[in-house]
């Protein structure tokens, strides 16, 4: 109890695990750290993002635009330092792994799982099944298809075993099935639910990852989960039916794709109930967006948005620390110039949504993060 850092930490548990107290507008420095840290130097600093997370286990990821790098120095340094674990933005989806029949494309994937292997990172793999991202010869929909109900099982079945025995053994946790619910719970009636007559192609998905690497951790990934409600009820129903059947389904994935026009959602309690079922959890795809201006597009129209895109930060964090099943918090990138958000909401513009700004300098939203973080070392470790 010598250390001023573990003092701050007893009285930050306090306020992490007793509500939904949020730091905003701060961005002081955090204490220099000594604890927890390897015997040899590590390769990043001692406040970063992933340094301060170790502290209790919870790795600290961020989604991967291969297009940056290795070719931008700054983001490529911000990705070896913060972070200790990367998922592929795109480059695993199946479009990009086999745009043509038969042909596999693994260059850009196997350069991130390199990188992370030389930054001592965990690997998040996105995503096998989606109705998203699909290469034209299979469909340009995700619902509709040229191909025979068996060539899709067929296509389907070879695809899983292909990718699943590529990345054998460098792949922490797979994205198996990406969002199969609409937002009304309904099942989505995509080519695969189509060619298997329901949604029992969910279970078999599982089956077959997990007899082609079975020591990755599968998870179902999905956005909206946060809130109770039709969709994360229909989840729940889902994961507790498959445990039944004994399918191997290890994790659920909450996207966490956050606006400030909505109300923060009930985040910890449905991590708890998935928690509950046996499952680990994890914050996937986090970002807050808010509206922006049109003609600057990471411009809050409001300079006061930046306090409420902190706290939702902040208590997204605080969630997933407070849960001890929940192993990873994954921001969907860092600089706000490479984020998905302004090009997807733009009528009424959003953005903004990331913790780094467009020179990828560290915005208040990280240093919020950093101080969660650094805080959090009465948080249960995983
Ligand atoms: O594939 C073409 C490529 O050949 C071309 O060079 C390039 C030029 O712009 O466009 C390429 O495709 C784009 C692709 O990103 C790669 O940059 C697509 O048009 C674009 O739609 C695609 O967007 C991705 C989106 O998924 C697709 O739905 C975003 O980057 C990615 O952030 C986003 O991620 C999803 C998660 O996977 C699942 N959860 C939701 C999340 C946000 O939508």
Redesign the pocket.
Known sequence: MGRPWLLLSVTSAAALLGGQLAFVGSATAVPDLVADRPSAAPAYPADSLRALGARTGLKIGT?VNMDQLGSNEKYTQITAEQFSSVTA??VMKW?EVEAVRGTYTWEKADQMVAFAKKNKQLVRG??LLWH??LPAWLSSDGYTTTLSNDEVKAVLKKHVFAQLRHFKGDVWQWDVV??AFDDNGQPRETIWYKAWGGTGYIADVFRWAHQADPKALLFYND?NLEFTGPKSNAVYELVKSLKAQRVPIHGVGF?G?LSTQYGYPDLQSNLERFAALGQKVALT?VDVRTFTQADAVNTPVNPLASYAQESYWSRSLKACLAVRACISFTP?GFGDSYS?VPG?FDDPQEGAALIYDEQLNPKSQYYVLQQDLALAAGAPRR
């Open positions: 989604a933005e795109n479009a996105h995503t998203n991202q990406n969002e956005y996207q794709h795809e969907w998905w997807w």
